[in-house]
């Protein structure tokens, strides 16, 4: 085994936050110097090319096809054969398989979201707790999700905060006119974009409230919807109950949505709950205004004008909200400014980097020596 070689287990290679994280940081690492494997649980989806591009391994072990015991037999051999300092362990089935059967590799897992299993269901809490020994350093992306489980009692020093990181030049680059070009919106068309898989914890039948109070304020505006799930026809179906089909785009998964980001007007998240979601950082570094339910570490990442916080649940709010920040030219402004700074602070490099040092701990026996207040800022 060699300290700097890592093998990744994640569910899918379909478009998600998860997924697109995990092609960033494979890329950082191999340009640093790391040896990446990526076992995926599924059949390939649509960045799989990605991960080959971030990899120098991918393999499918295609569960639905050969079942979790087929699965579990591919993996483990995929072990002994890459021969990997750690592993790292991302989504429900990934940390369950991995933390089995990975032998006597060290096991970092990849906390995305306050949940190990994105619901916190009582099944799933219980089986992170019974196979959580085998974990020698929990990386969250958010405050709040270390929060919840030192709370429920895991260990505290097991568990890392490093928020996530993009390449914020390239969201700067992208030119708003040609961006609306190439999609053919019209120069005066509002847009109001969101981002996330179609599934409750997102809720967007808030936003398709909202859209709706918008539209019966006077506030014209086309409501993107970017993201596959398996909402999809309940929510299609809800926006024709609304009256406002006509106005809103399904746009489905988009791997790279840099023109979308382009040719916002504002950002909408209505989730019920959030760890420290990404896609907010990446509307900062756009400079679109962002507006955001109050849950987990929106708040602080909102803070000082950088994004417009609203209740859970709440259409009328987020209405008033989005009407605001789509109406007040000084508001759209300032918080375009101020969110530019945020962006910021949340670079790639700094990302990779703090992930390696706690990969190279762990693979070598050591405590992870990335503190979570030496990350804080």
């Not at 096991?107 to 306050?114: F, G």
């Not at 914890?201 to 506030?219: E, F, I």
Request: hydrophobic share 45%; charged share 25%; glycine share 8%.
């Amino acid at each position: 085994m060699h300290a700097r070689r890592l093998l990744h287990l994640v569910g899918t290679s379909r478009v998600g936050g998860t997924e697109r994280f995990l092609s960033s940081l494979a890329a950082g690492l191999r340009q640093a110097g790391w040896i990446n494997g990526i076992a995926v649980l599924e059949a390939p989806g649509p960045l799989a090319e990605a991960y080959a591009r971030a990899a120098d391994d991918v393999r499918h072990l295609d569960v639905d096809s050969r079942g979790m015991v087929g699965a579990l037999r591919e993996w483990r051999a995929l072990v002994r054969a890459f021969a990997p300092g750690v592993v790292i362990l991302y989504g429900f089935r990934a940390n369950l398989l991995g933390r089995v059967a990975s032998g006597a590799v060290p096991v970092v897992s990849a906390l995305r979201s306050v949940y190990i299993d994105e619901r916190g269901t009582r099944v799933a809490r219980w089986l992170d707790r019974a196979t959580f020994h085998r974990v020698d350093a929990c990386i969250a992306n958010s405050q709040e999700a270390i929060r919840r489980h030192v709370a429920a009692g895991f260990p505290a020093d097991r568990f890392v905060w490093i928020p996530n990181g993009i390449d914020v030049s390239r969201f700067r680059e992208v030119s708003r006119e040609r961006a609306r070009e190439r999609l053919h919106v019209p120069r005066d068309q509002r847009i109001v974009l969101s981002i996330a898989n179609l599934k409750p914890v997102k809720n967007h039948g808030v936003l398709l409230d909202a859209s709706r109070a918008l539209h019966d304020a006077g506030v014209r505006h086309r409501l993107w919807l970017v993201g596959e799930g398996p909402l999809r026809g309940t929510l299609e179906e809800r926006a024709r109950a609304l009256g406002i089909h006509a106005h809103v785009d399904f746009l489905g998964a988009v791997a790279d949505p840099l023109d979308c980001y382009a040719c916002a007007d504002a950002f909408a998240l209505t989730s019920d709950y959030e760890g420290m979601p990404t896609v907010l950082i990446e509307a900062f570094a756009a400079g679109v205004p962002v507006v955001a339910t109050r849950v987990g570490d929106v708040p602080a990442m909102c803070a000082g004008d950088a994004g417009v916080v609203v209740p859970p649940r709440d259409a009328s709010a987020t209405a008033r909200a989005l009407e605001a920040v789509l109406t007040d030219a000084d508001l759209a402004r300032r918080l375009r400014a101020r969110g530019a700074e945020v962006a910021a602070r949340y670079s790639a490099g700094a990302m990779v980097s703090r992930y390696a040092r706690v990969l190279e701990d762990v693979a070598e026996g050591r405590p992870p020596s990335v503190a979570i207040e030496a990350v804080a800022g």
